[in-house]
């Protein structure tokens, strides 16, 4: 049984710094990825990473801001996220992709809230 277990979340002032972390379990995947949600917006992009090569992908309004990383060990990817905004405020998602294409299995979700 896959399991996507995010953690990190929670309150930090404008211009903080969170590091979120996604522990996989189940199988292995081609790719994991971060998505976002904000109350009445619909779901977007994060960032990604290929499990195989650690090719990274960032949404552009991400890019050096946020980084995102795994380690093998651990089946575990991260999220390291700075120079956080009050609009970077939603529940951040963790997926997983089997193959090249869609993300199939998704995590709970955290919040992330970023104060002004």
């Known amino acids: 049984q896959v399991q996507l277990a995010e953690s990190g979340g929670g309150l930090v002032q404008a211009g903080g710094s969170l590091r979120l972390s996604c522990a996989a379990s189940?199988?292995?995947?081609?790719?994991m990825g971060w998505f976002r949600q904000a109350p009445g917006k619909e779901r977007e992009f994060v960032s990604a990473?290929?499990?195989?090569?650690?090719?990274?992908y960032y949404a552009d309004s991400m890019k050096g801001r946020f980084t995102i990383s795994k380690d093998n060990a651990k089946n575990t990817v991260y999220l390291q996220m700075n120079s956080l905004k009050p609009e970077d405020t939603a529940v951040y998602y963790c997926?997983?992709?089997?193959?090249?294409?869609?993300?199939?299995?998704w995590g709970q979700g955290t919040q992330v809230t970023v104060s002004s």
């Open positions: 997926a997983a992709a089997p193959s090249v294409g869609r993300y199939i299995y």
């Open positions: 189940g199988r292995a995947f081609y790719k």
């Open positions: 990473i290929t499990w195989s090569n650690s090719n990274t």
